[in-house]
């Protein structure tokens, strides 16, 4: 899936938005032990797959343990008192004799009183003896934590508690995962929707296979109201079963008086009624209007990661694959789609069509099924052996053009590159008009947000780049994640990372012209900079929980998995290992499921020249552990020691400081430096590491077009050789190279290690720079600085900053034009200047931009504003209160999405406080402003000194609503509250965050966004308070 929300003219750091999924795991019903157990049923021994570790989310409380709130530390300490007191007073108690009661003795006449000092000794050497019973006695059979005991032994085993299922009647199974005792191998689905009403019915019928003995098949259901169920073993007769419920894990359960046996066949068969959803997960309704103005209404659905069980009962996991045979009644006005070609049309009695697809011919996972009920029109062509179309609404079809021809050269591309064909018949792209992803995998049937599949005629270059990275990354799906799936969603970056680094290798070979390398490096950047934080997380990490599945989907997952595999096809011998050690992994696991060692273990085992290398051993370190490293150099005569730490903002004594990668680390210096051929390397695997230059060497520069997931620190003489470097020549080093020069330095000042001061001295030679990757890279740090300052409202260092900014690019500003422009990187660097330019309020750029507006207005649209430059022109609009109302008259009657949204973040960019509430309020509607635009508002709102409070106030006051919208952990939801905090830097406003998200306890109080949020503004108060005196020297 594309977790971005695209958007053509801006850079790919701002992320689009992901899927949300109403998943809210609440705490079990509680089950009181103490009560008489014969009034509880006699449950069976567990099954294998019982037997395993359950995550804390979703543990069973025992009734007085664990019901009061209090810290963990405090809880965890607690619950083990209680236990380890309950359990010697039981087995104490046990061991006394009934027939020998407590009788006083009197003391035979010959003892004497002992001394008080032999009485202390005696208790102290009772109480050491007392306690190595206990010792010795309990902790064998128990691992005490704050959910009791979870670890069982040979002799002890524990007996699990089941919770209460809708009915009463408990629940048979007790874990978030699903036993594994029941594949699925097939399903048959029948859907009834009604778009006049809203609801919908469907039959779900499963065929599985017994994989070893059980009494139950636990599967996934939510709010699906179940109306009927019927189970057949075998060739016997179908009977009636009664289906338990336990929604807050939306697991549901059959129970059999006698054993399932292993090898066995079975069919359970399911009708259900449900409501479509009205948020943007499950089978979801939507609507749009047509060219005349009515309204039209469609379903269509988005299962990932958690949502396929929310459209029909199933085996709602990765793992879980199986075929499906999909049929669809519908009014004769409407057309549907799905994963397979449609392979016949029926008409029914009641006036409706049934249409059936053919069953899929592959096995997939839940979450790459999908349908579509709508009035669409597609546009298509034969590639290969696939029949590729792209549908849109009706008034949009002459925008489908370029989609169709981008995703034909790609699909041959994939087809050709993979040496694996496309196995399906048909691949269809759907631009869906409401829909909160940038795109959806889905097999055969890929959907889009209309911004990231159409463009129209009045296109920029830039949006064509974003539509085609778009495609480029949901047809890589087609093999990894789809022909090739991850086990687990702790390993989603296998599906993702591979994905995003695919989108950015095919297009730099199908597309050249697109330019696509500048967003590959700013993406990685950006990784970086959130990799650097104590919240971050390992790329493959534990996942347990609904919330902890949702908050996978990040930059962690997509661009720092792509980033470690740029480094690792980068570091391998020639140009073929990487590419034939992937074919051989998808050709093994074709149809499977997979982990990360899988991928590792199959690089390494092609063999393709003498300098052979271990990719598990190099890689593991990369994917295992969060963070990545800072190098450090320092130079002695001919010898150059590299060290290695994590580069850490912030560090605490919980902070493990001993973490070690295996860094293939790149270098070219000043007798060579550009070529890829001056390229060399080093494996840095320890500590520390030397290699050996001739002295007349001036300078080193480490991870040569920064392909490497690392920072470099060079010291102060190292520091002050290249910055003397680039003031005498700016072509001395490749653009990547400058532009990793300016980020590392930017990053290091934010740790600590350089002052600010040296910062400014390496910008002192951007005078001479015109290269897109430095100069976009070095606006957008000071940009953040200059914000962070304007919040803070430091008018008079705000006011050095924008006289800096304007001394150091003022010329480069001043340069840019305001016509057309074909080049896709001179679309970027012009963009990204006069955007700065203009939100310093720079006279000729506003003029210009006003100009442009005016001119824009009195044509009635027939004169264009260029694609790249809209957002800075509509954004210098909306200053004014009466142009703000005739952009808003613009943005309403407007078709072409591309256009309409920066029209949306020019309105959102107003200082006028009654039209951001105004506009805050509709996003929320979802009346004028789609639901599916909040993230992105509340992000432009957030930019703007007006804004930013404005926009945490709202987000505080209507968090319930947010989050029936986005379900907490979506990337949508990360990416409201990275925008509305991320600009704070005082201790108030710290506690203020802290206070709010602390109250909202499962509401998202856990998120590891939050523990971001609040890690952020502790760095930005650092570095104001470290800074804040020096700043006014410097500038």
Not at 77 to 89: D, V
Request: aromatic share 10%; hydrophobic share 35%; glycine share 4%.
């Amino acid at each position: 899936m594309d977790p971005f929300d695209s958007n053509s003219t801006e850079q790919a750091n701002l992320p689009r938005n992901m899927i949300e999924n109403s998943m809210f795991e609440e705490e079990p019903d509680v089950v009181d032990l103490a009560k008489d157990s014969t009034t509880f049923p006699t449950f069976p021994a567990l099954d294998p797959d019982e037997v395993v570790f359950e995550p804390r989310s979703s543990r069973l409380l025992v009734r007085g343990l664990g019901e009061n709130d209090m810290d963990e530390d405090e809880e965890d300490c607690e619950s083990s008192a209680r236990l380890l007191g309950m359990s010697f007073m039981n087995r104490s108690s046990a061991h006394r004799s009934n027939s020998s009661p407590y009788t006083r003795q009197a003391p035979p006449r010959s003892c004497s009183r002992p001394s008080a000092r032999t009485m202390v000794v005696c208790v102290l050497f009772l109480v050491i003896v007392a306690s190595t019973t206990m010792v010795l006695y309990l902790l064998p059979g128990c691992t005490f934590t704050k959910t009791g005991c979870r670890k069982m032994n040979k002799t002890a085993p524990i007996e699990t508690v089941y919770p209460v299922s809708t009915n009463g009647q408990l629940f048979p199974w007790a874990q978030l995962r699903l036993p594994q005792s029941i594949r699925p191998l097939s399903y048959s689905l029948t859907l009834n929707p009604d778009l006049d009403n809203m609801t919908f019915t469907g039959r779900t019928v499963i065929n599985m296979s017994v994989l070893h003995n059980t009494e139950r098949i636990v599967l996934h259901s939510a709010n699906l109201s179940i109306t009927k169920a019927t189970f057949k073993l075998g060739d016997g007769e179908a009977t009636d079963v009664t289906v338990l419920e336990y929604k807050p894990r939306q697991q549901i359960a059959v129970k059999f008086s006698e054993e399932l046996k292993a090898g066995q066949y079975c069919v359970l068969t399911m009708d259900y009624s449900a409501t479509l959803s009205h948020t943007y997960d499950g089978f979801y309704n939507s609507s749009y209007s047509d060219k005349d103005g009515n309204k039209r209404v469609l379903a269509a659905t988005q299962f990932e990661p958690l949502s396929a069980r929310k459209a029909f009962p199933c085996f709602d996991e990765p793992a879980f694959k199986a075929t499906f045979l999909i049929k669809i009644n519908r009014k004769p006005n409407y057309m549907t789609l799905s994963n397979m070609p449609k392979a016949k049309s029926t008409s029914l009695p009641s006036g409706l069509m049934e249409d059936e697809f053919e069953k899929t011919n592959v096995n997939m996972s839940t979450y790459l099924v999908a349908f579509i009920v709508a009035n669409f029109t597609p546009i298509s062509k034969n590639v290969s052996k696939t029949l590729l179309s792209v549908y849109s609404v009706p008034e949009k079809k002459e925008h489908t053009e370029y989609a169709l021809d981008t995703a034909s050269k790609l699909l041959e591309f994939y087809n050709n590159f993979f040496e694996i064909d496309y196995p399906l018949k048909k691949l269809d792209l759907v631009a869906i008009p409401d829909f909160l992803a940038g795109a959806m995998e889905n097999w055969g049937l890929i959907t889009f947000r209309e911004t990231s599949l159409l463009v129209g005629k009045q296109n920029s270059p830039l949006e064509k780049q974003v539509v085609s990275s778009v495609i480029a990354h949901e047809l890589a799906h087609q093999w990894f994640g789809n022909l090739v799936t991850m086990s687990w969603w702790n390993d989603l970056w296998l599906n993702e990372g591979f994905a995003t680094y695919m989108q950015y290798m095919s297009l730099q070979t199908v597309f050249p012209q697109l330019d696509i390398g500048n967003l590959f490096l700013t993406v990685r950047f950006r990784a970086l900079d959130k990799d650097a934080l104590n919240s971050s997380h390992a790329v493959s990490t534990e996942v347990t929980t609904p919330e902890q599945v949702e908050e996978m989907f990040d930059s962690v997952s997509y661009e720092k998995g792509a980033s470690i595999l740029l480094m690792l096809n980068a570091s391998l011998p020639g140009d073929q290992q990487f590419r034939k050690g992937i074919i051989q992994y998808l050709k093994q696991f074709s149809g499977f499921n997979t982990d990360t060692d899988n991928l590792w273990n199959s690089l390494t085992q092609v063999e393709v020249s003498t300098q052979h290398q271990n990719v598990s051993e190099m890689m593991s370190s990369w994917t295992s552990q969060k963070g990545f490293p800072l190098v450090t150099v320092s130079r002695k005569g001919d010898q150059v020691t590299l060290t290695q730490q994590q580069f850490l903002l912030t560090s605490d004594n919980t902070t493990h400081t001993s973490s070690l990668w295996n860094i293939p680390v790149t270098y070219v210096n000043d007798s060579c430096s550009l070529a890829p051929e001056c390229r060399q390397v080093f494996t840095l695997k320890s500590k520390t590491g030397t290699l050996k230059l001739p002295e007349s060497v001036k300078w080193l520069k480490l991870n040569y077009r920064n392909t490497g997931f690392y920072i470099v620190h060079y010291g102060d003489e190292g520091w002050s050789a290249l910055i003397e470097a680039l003031s005498k020549n700016v072509s001395v080093l490749t653009p990547e190279d400058r532009a990793s020069l300016i980020h590392n330095i930017f990053a290091l000042s934010r740790l600590g290690s350089v002052s600010f001061y040296q910062v400014l001295s390496l910008l002192n030679y951007m005078s001479s720079e015109t290269e897109t990757a430095p100069v976009t890279e070095a606006l957008l740090q000071l940009s953040s600085l200059y914000r962070l300052l304007d919040k803070r409202q430091e008018n008079g260092l705000v006011a050095r900053m924008k006289n800096y900014i304007l001394h150091h690019f003022g010329s480069l500003m001043g340069k840019q034009t305001w016509g057309e422009e074909e080049s896709v990187s001179k679309q970027e660097l012009r963009s990204a200047l006069l955007e700065m330019a203009c939100s310093l309020k720079e006279e000729n750029c506003t003029r210009q931009a006003k100009a442009l507006f005016k001119q824009h207005v009195e044509s009635n649209g027939t004169f264009q504003i260029p694609g790249d430059l809209q957002r800075v022109v509509f954004t210098v609009a909306a200053q004014s209160d009466e142009d703000w109302v005739t952009l808003l008259g613009m943005y309403r009657y407007a078709t072409y999405d591309a256009e309409k949204r920066k029209m949306l973040q020019g309105l959102a960019s107003t200082q006028n406080t009654q039209s951001l509430a105004w506009i805050l309020k509709s996003g929320l509607n979802g009346d004028i402003i789609q639901t599916q635009e909040l993230p992105l508002v509340i992000s432009t709102v957030c930019n703007g000194f007006a804004g930013y409070l404005f926009a945490w106030d709202f987000v505080q006051e209507n968090w319930g609503r947010l989050i029936e919208k986005f379900p907490v952990g979506s990337f949508a939801i990360q990416t409201i509250i990275k925008s509305a905090t991320s600009q704070f830097s005082t201790q108030a406003h710290l506690d203020q965050v802290q206070g709010f998200f602390s109250g909202l306890k499962e509401r998202g109080s856990q998120m590891r966004t939050v523990k971001e949020a609040l890690e952020t503004i502790r760095l930005n108060r650092r570095w104001i308070d470290k800074n804040l005196s020096k700043l006014q020297k410097w500038l």
